[in-house]
């Protein structure tokens, strides 16, 4: 493999390696541990294992190890380490870092199991957080102290797909010393470039958009070879949350065909968005893509893309967006994104229902808000689908 391959090139051949056999299509190997010729050789393995040895599942397993390799690659990191879901992988990088003691600065427009651990689970252990709006850079500026151990954002929120600006955020965290972890799940891996733009840990959910069709949960946590190995695998291998190596195989499959997928998707996204804007029965179309919206300029310039992902505002509340939901005949009422279907989802009663309702209202998830993962359908259809559900 070359590090000058395109994404696309690196996504279906990058980390495969192949048995006596030679398979073509990477095999899954279901087995919790691995066999030693002698017992010198298994202390030997326990004492170092190379990097095509393995001990036990919950360790590496050949399936996992392929799926780290092509992600890495993908992401521009040096290694990764792949875990049972998204938020194995939130949990897992943030736990891995932090002590009792430490501080932590936090965007506050955060998925809601992400809210949860940096709200509730970290001052449990004696972590300090402080929460900061993530698009502004004086509030960052202010609140991250020296001794600020990490930060953490998602850098285009959900569902409002508000942008933080990973280089200047990066930037100010360095000054003081504190690392920075970033959930790039809506970027998607295809638009990222977060290592590159000062970001020490890099974190996907798989189950959106590397798995794309709704399969399987999975997440990754991507780094430098010493955080990964030094301080995420101990902290990852000892507590549980490694991924199987089934769901490792079908996250390869993914990464085959994930940057055909998201730019496919990012192209409907950005005709939609279009088609939709102005129309009378919204209130709101926001969408990266759209010269519109307010950080469309910084969206280019650090995804070069808008992504997969639309907020539209139906007027009339929520009867208003229940009316257009119910009247969709193509995208499906859900919760999750990324996928090969068109996914709606209306925030303020689901995903973000437990919000009080001043917070949804700072958040901008309004009644009338629907939240958009457009899918692989025609655009053209997608597009007559939605127009004849607001008309309705
Ligand atoms: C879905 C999601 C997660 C959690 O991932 P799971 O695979 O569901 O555990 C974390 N962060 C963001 C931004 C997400 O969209």
Same mark, same amino acid.
Request: some cysteine; charged content about 20%; glycine content about 10%.
């Given at each position: 493999?070359?590090?000058?391959?395109?994404?696309?090139?690196?996504?279906?051949?990058?980390?495969?390696?192949?048995?006596?056999?030679?398979?073509?299509?990477?095999?899954?190997?279901?087995?919790?541990?691995?066999?030693?010729?002698?017992?010198?050789? %298994?202390?030997?393995?326990?004492?170092?294992?190379?990097?095509?040895?393995?001990?036990?599942?919950?360790?590496?397993?050949?399936?996992?190890?392929?799926?780290?390799?092509?992600?890495?690659?993908?992401?521009?990191?040096?290694?990764?380490?792949?875990?049972?879901?998204?938020?194995?992988?939130v949990n897992?990088a943030l736990m891995?870092l932090l002590k009792a003691g430490d501080h932590v600065v936090s965007a506050r427009a955060l998925?809601?199991s992400c809210l949860y651990i940096a709200e509730e689970i970290l001052p449990r252990f004696g972590v300090e957080v402080t929460f900061v709006d993530g698009?502004?850079?004086?509030e960052w500026?202010a609140a991250i102290r020296?001794g600020t151990r990490a930060v953490f954002f998602e850098?285009?929120?959900?569902?409002?797909?508000?942008?933080?600006?990973?280089?200047?955020?990066?930037?100010?965290a360095?000054?003081?010393?504190a690392l920075v972890v970033?959930d790039?799940?809506?970027?998607?891996?295809?638009?990222?470039?977060?290592?590159?733009?000062?970001?020490?840990?890099?974190?996907?959910?798989?189950?959106?958009?590397?798995?794309?069709?709704?399969?399987?949960?999975?997440?990754?946590?991507?780094?430098?070879?010493?955080?990964?190995?030094?301080?995420?695998? *101990?902290?990852?291998?000892?507590?549980?949350?490694?991924?199987?190596?089934?769901?490792?195989?079908?996250?390869?499959?993914?990464?085959?065909?994930?940057?055909?997928?998201?730019?496919?998707?990012?192209?409907?996204?950005?005709?939609?968005?279009?088609?939709?804007?102005?129309?009378?029965?919204?209130?709101?179309?926001?969408? *990266?893509?759209?010269?519109?919206?307010?950080?469309?300029?910084?969206?280019?310039?650090?995804?070069?893309?808008?992504?997969?992902?639309?907020?539209?505002?139906?007027?009339?509340?929520?009867?208003? %967006?229940?009316?257009?939901?119910?009247?969709?005949?193509?995208?499906?009422?859900?919760?999750?994104?990324?996928?090969?279907?068109?996914?709606?989802?209306? *925030?303020?009663?689901?995903?973000?229902?437990?919000?009080?309702?001043?917070?949804?209202?700072?958040?901008?998830?309004? *009644?009338?808000?629907?939240?958009?993962?457009?899918?692989?359908?025609?655009?053209?259809?997608?597009? %007559?689908?939605?127009?004849?559900?607001?008309?309705?």
């Amino acid at each position: 493999m070359t590090n000058e391959w395109h994404k696309s090139t690196k996504g279906v051949h990058a980390g495969t390696k192949r048995s006596q056999y030679g398979e073509v299509s990477e095999s899954i190997f279901m087995t919790q541990g691995f066999v030693y010729d002698t017992a010198a050789q %298994a202390e030997a393995r326990f004492e170092s294992a190379g990097p095509d040895e393995f001990i036990y599942a919950r360790y590496g397993n050949p399936t996992v190890a392929m799926f780290q390799e092509r992600i890495a690659a993908l992401e521009g990191a040096e290694d990764a380490f792949a875990t049972a879901s998204g938020m194995a992988a939130v949990n897992g990088a943030l736990m891995s870092l932090l002590k009792a003691g430490d501080h932590v600065v936090s965007a506050r427009a955060l998925f809601g199991s992400c809210l949860y651990i940096a709200e509730e689970i970290l001052p449990r252990f004696g972590v300090e957080v402080t929460f900061v709006d993530g698009g502004n850079l004086e509030e960052w500026e202010a609140a991250i102290r020296p001794g600020t151990r990490a930060v953490f954002f998602e850098s285009l929120s959900n569902p409002t797909l508000e942008i933080v600006n990973i280089e200047a955020v990066s930037k100010l965290a360095r000054a003081q010393g504190a690392l920075v972890v970033c959930d790039n799940v809506f970027a998607t891996p295809v638009y990222s470039n977060a290592i590159a733009q000062g970001v020490d840990l890099v974190i996907y959910s798989a189950t959106k958009h590397i798995d794309g069709q709704g399969r399987a949960l999975g997440g990754v946590i991507l780094g430098s070879r010493e955080m990964i190995r030094k301080t995420v695998e *101990p902290y990852m291998k000892h507590t549980g949350g490694s991924m199987s190596p089934f769901t490792a195989w079908i996250m390869l499959k993914g990464l085959e065909t994930m940057a055909l997928r998201v730019g496919a998707q990012t192209a409907s996204a950005l005709k939609i968005a279009q088609r939709l804007e102005g129309h009378e029965a919204l209130s709101k179309v926001i969408y *990266p893509g759209l010269a519109s919206h307010p950080q469309h300029d910084l969206a280019t310039a650090q995804m070069g893309a808008g992504g997969t992902m639309i907020a539209i505002e139906v007027k009339g509340g929520k009867d208003g %967006a229940y009316r257009f939901l119910d009247a969709c005949k193509i995208g499906i009422i859900s919760n999750n994104l990324g996928d090969a279907k068109t996914i709606l989802t209306p *925030p303020a009663f689901t995903t973000h229902q437990r919000l009080p309702l001043d917070q949804k209202a700072a958040l901008g998830i309004t *009644p009338g808000l629907v939240r958009i993962s457009v899918g692989l359908e025609s655009d053209e259809d997608l597009i %007559a689908d939605f127009l004849q559900a607001l008309d309705n």
